[in-house]
Structures are given as C-alpha cells and as structure tokens.
C-alpha cells in the first residue's frame, strides 16, 4: 500500500466524534467502533468529558461495541474514561504500530472491514487503521465545548503533510 492511501481517511468529516450520524456505520456493516481519547472524547488538558461526547457514545454503545485505544500513556487517565462508560481500553497503544490494534481486533473476534477507527491524528489514527484495512474516520479535534476546536497546529500540520504526499484529508463520505 502507498503512503497516499495509507494516510487517507475513509472518511473526513468536518465536525467532531459527536457530530457523526451513527447510521453512517450501521450502513457500512461496520460493528464495532475503536475511539482515539485525547482530543477526540475528552479536550486537551481536560479531565472532564462533554455533555454532547457522553450522549454520542451512550447512543453508540447501544449499536456498536466499542473500545477506546489511545497513545496516552497515562493508564489513569484513559482507564478513568473507560470506567465512566464501562468500556475496555487500552493505553500506550504506540499508534501506528499494528500489534496493539490486531489484539483489540481479536478481542472483537471481527474482522477488520467490520470494525471503524475514529480519531484526530493523520499520522496515529488514520495510518493505524489503514495498515489494518479498517473504515478509519478522521474528526476534528474537541474543544470543552463540545464543538470542534479549529486551533488544533498539529492536526493542521499533519493534514497539510498528507495532502503533500497526494492524500484527501478532507473528503465526504465515500460512496
């Protein structure tokens, strides 16, 4: 796979994780969704999850199985989100690094066209997933708000990388 397609999002979207319609992944056959953490359930440098992030994954869990899989090695901090929606996680991840991401797909027992990795980062999420062949989704990051927060340098910076090397980092919903 070349580095365009490995850094292209399935799919990208202009708002945050909350901004999603669900129906998009149920259409899809898609029936789990694997969530980035830091900037894109809980803001950065926030301890406290949004109203509008805690009613879209409340929505999400009814439909799908979800997992929360993040770089952020501070296991408290993930674990802490994970335990206020009962979901499984996994800290440290490494992202883009496979090893983690073919664990969580096995602990889904799904393969990896029926499984959806939806984060902030080109270079973490989007790549992780790609190299899986997961539908990988790239949101804007979340301010405490809830609303995207469009001040964000490095995803600003990492998108203008990916368009470099010839990705659609800002593409609608594939047809």
Same mark, same amino acid.
């Given at each position: 796979?070349?580095?365009?397609?490995?850094?292209?999002?399935?799919?990208?979207? $202009?708002?945050?994780?909350?901004?999603?319609?669900?129906? !998009?992944? =149920?259409?899809?056959?898609?029936?789990?969704?694997?969530?980035?953490?830091?900037?894109?359930?809980?803001?950065?440098?926030? $301890?406290?999850?949004?109203?509008?992030? !805690?009613?879209?994954?409340? %929505?999400?869990?009814?439909? &799908?199985?979800?997992?929360?899989? =993040?770089?952020?090695?501070?296991?408290?901090?993930?674990?802490?989100?994970?335990? =206020? &929606?009962?979901?499984?996680?996994?800290?440290?991840?490494?992202?883009?690094?496979?090893?983690?991401?073919?664990?969580?797909?096995? $602990?889904?027992?799904?393969?990896?066209?029926?499984?959806?990795?939806?984060?902030?980062?080109? &270079?973490? %999420?989007?790549?992780?997933?790609?190299?899986?062949?997961? &539908?990988?989704?790239?949101? $804007?990051?979340?301010?405490?708000?809830?609303?995207?927060?469009?001040?964000?340098?490095?995803?600003?910076?990492?998108?203008?990388?990916?368009?470099?090397?010839?990705?659609?980092?800002?593409?609608?919903?594939?047809?």
């Amino acid at each position: 796979m070349n580095l365009k397609r490995l850094l292209e999002p399935s799919w990208a979207p $202009q708002g945050t994780l909350c901004d999603l319609p669900l129906e !998009v992944f =149920s259409d899809r056959g898609i029936e789990s969704l694997v969530l980035d953490v830091d900037c894109t359930l809980l803001p950065r440098h926030s $301890q406290v999850l949004p109203e509008r992030v !805690v009613r879209w994954v409340h %929505d999400a869990r009814q439909q &799908f199985r979800l997992h929360l899989f =993040s770089n952020n090695p501070s296991r408290r901090r993930i674990e802490a989100v994970a335990n =206020s &929606f009962e979901l499984p996680y996994t800290a440290g991840a490494g992202k883009p690094r496979r090893g983690p991401l073919r664990q969580v797909l096995e $602990q889904l027992q799904l393969p990896a066209q029926q499984v959806a990795l939806i984060g902030d980062r080109v &270079f973490t %999420d989007v790549l992780a997933g790609n190299r899986l062949g997961l &539908f990988t989704v790239l949101v $804007q990051p979340i301010g405490v708000s809830g609303r995207a927060s469009h001040n964000d340098r490095l995803q600003r910076g990492e998108r203008t990388l990916a368009r470099w090397c010839g990705a659609r980092v800002d593409s609608g919903l594939p047809q």
